[in-house]
């Protein structure tokens, strides 16, 4: 499904940009990881990954998922899938 993730806040720099475009597979659910894929920054890749920590919890309001893992706050807000 198509999504748009959005790093509300962090206590690390190990996402590069703040909002970040592209896939998922899986919604969040609390007590897994979360995973999705993007077009890369780097020209030179072939494809972008964003994999989380467990997430410690998760809230979702219409379209829209909420979710903490041990050291960062993530908005995601699914376009269609």
């Keep these: 499904m198509d ?19 592209g896939e998922c597979s899986h919604l969040p659910v609390e007590g897994r ?6 077009t890369p ?5 072939s494809v972008r990954i964003l994999h989380t920590t467990v ?5 979702k309001e219409d379209n ?3 979710f903490k893992t041990q050291n960062s ?4 807000e699914v376009k269609s899938g």
């Design 41 to 45: 920054i780097d020209k030179s890749k």
């Design 73 to 76: 706050e993530y908005k995601l």
């Design 64 to 66: 829209t998922y909420y």
């Design 3 to 21: 999504v748009k993730l959005t790093q509300i806040s962090s206590k690390h720099n190990n996402v590069r940009t703040k909002n970040i475009v």
């Design 55 to 59: 997430l410690k919890s998760v809230r």
């Design 33 to 38: 990881t979360f995973f999705m894929s993007a």
